[in-house]
């Protein structure tokens, strides 16, 4: 009996060293480059963006609400994205965010005019009253 209640004590003051020695995660040091303006004129692709929105001024994906209603929210606004045959791939992949307060942002490149603003009103009409920020980009066109 003594040793069992030895092998006890001993498990649960090396579980009480192990727990406590625990060392928190490093915070990741802020990239250098972000403070650089994105070039207009320079084909909206998602690498430049992303590296600019690191410093976390911006919304990004990490943004999202866990809450049902918002993730539902997010989630018919893509189903009805993939829907329309007439979007292209890269409107199809922007960046939809549904915050806590059940706002949406649009973020990320699309082809043209005509897909930013199919996109913003699929979204205005999924979200009901909810507002909807459209920051979508329309990517330059590509010189032969």
Do not use: Y
Not at 109 to 136: C, H, Y
């Amino acid at each position: 009996m003594k040793k069992l209640l030895l092998i006890a004590l001993s498990l649960c003051a090396s579980s009480a060293l192990l727990l406590g020695d625990e060392k928190k995660p490093a915070t990741p040091a802020k990239p250098t480059d972000t403070a650089k303006p994105i070039d207009p004129a320079k084909p909206a692709d998602n690498t430049d963006r992303n590296k600019r929105d690191r410093d976390g001024s911006t919304l990004t994906p990490l943004d999202q609400s866990n809450a049902s209603k918002d993730v539902a929210t997010t989630r018919e606004i893509r189903k009805s994205l993939m829907a329309k045959k007439d979007l292209s791939m890269t409107a199809k992949n922007v960046k939809i965010i549904t915050t806590a307060d059940g706002k949406v942002t649009l973020r990320g490149p699309v082809v043209s005019d005509a897909e930013k603003t199919t996109i913003g009103d699929i979204a205005k009409r999924v979200a009901g009253s909810a507002p909807v920020d459209n920051q979508l980009e329309v990517k330059a066109a590509r010189m032969p």
